[in-house]
């Protein structure tokens, strides 16, 4: 079983700031990607950003240059940190994980998701 508890988030006025982060635990060999997406009541969800075990990294058009996200693989951690936010940066932000199970096989789990909402 994996679990992943997400933090941060919140209400900020535009142009601010805020971090999320995500943990993982539980029983598993190891983490692969890690990444960000978002959803919109009544849209699709959608990639913000990934970060490969390597440190590669990839961004959504939207968010490039204000975002970033890392990882501590030490913690099984991924993090999002969110500059300049706009007012359509407003969404349910859900972190994604990909690991290796005990039993060798490749899963992808999902948080719990945590609201941003930017508006003055």
């Known amino acids: 079983q994996v679990q992943l508890v997400e933090s941060g988030g919140g209400l900020v006025q535009p142009g601010g700031s805020l971090s999320l982060s995500c943990a993982a635990s539980?029983?598993?060999?190891?983490?692969?990607?890690m990444g960000w997406y978002r959803q919109d009541p009544g849209k699709q969800r959608e990639l913000v950003a990934t970060?490969?075990?390597?440190?590669?990294?990839n961004y959504a058009d939207s968010v490039k240059g204000r975002f970033t996200i890392s990882r501590d693989n030490a913690e099984n951690t991924v993090y999002l940190q969110m500059n300049s936010l706009k007012p359509e940066d407003t969404a349910v932000y859900y972190c994604?994980?990909?690991?290796?199970?005990?039993?060798?096989?490749?899963?992808?789990?999902w948080g719990q998701g945590t609201q941003v909402t930017v508006s003055s």
């Open positions: 970060i490969s075990n390597s440190g590669t990294t």
């Open positions: 994604n994980v990909k690991v290796k199970r005990t039993d060798n096989i490749r899963s992808t789990y």
């Open positions: 539980g029983s598993f060999r190891s983490v692969y990607d």
